[in-house]
């Protein structure tokens, strides 16, 4: 499953990245006809709170996913009451661009994170196109709370 979400649920999208969902994020230059293009062209499920757009969407035969709330963690709920996930592709993606990241040896990573992450954390990834180091620190413990609660 992939998704596309709008211009306005930048925070969701980053939740779903967490997730490990496979997640575009629409940047402001990108109207809803384009962003209907883009879902149909990579087979992405659409997630919005404009109800213009899904009823757009519905028309062309995308599958969408209507939000209704505020609050990220009531989205959050919304969304994944819809969507199987799986703990096995938790923390997969960049936070920044989507792309799958890669584990990376800790030691090859020494001086490039601070000195207080690296003596509390055994595992980490990287992603190539961002040069960007992830490890499990304060939002991984967030995303599980959160999975427990859900
Ligand atoms: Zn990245």
Known sequence: MKFLCDQMLGTLAKWLRI????TLYATDDLDDNKLIEIAKKENRIL??????????SRREN?????????????QLNQVLKKV???KE???????LCNS??????KNDIKNKVPNRIFKNNENFW?????DKIYWQGSHFKNMIQ?????
Do not use: A, H, M, P
């Open 146 to 150: 959160k999975i427990n609660s859900l």
């Open 126 to 130: 990287y992603c190539k196109k961002c």
């Open 19 to 22: 997730y490990g969902l496979d």
């Open 84 to 86: 199987k996930i799986d």
């Open 47 to 56: 997630i919005t709170r404009d109800i213009q757009l899904i009823y757009k």
């Open 62 to 74: 995308i599958k969408s996913i209507k939000v209704t709330e505020k609050n990220i963690d009531e």
């Open 89 to 95: 592709f938790f923390l997969s993606r960049c936070l």
């Open 100 to 105: 799958l990241v890669s584990e990376i040896n």
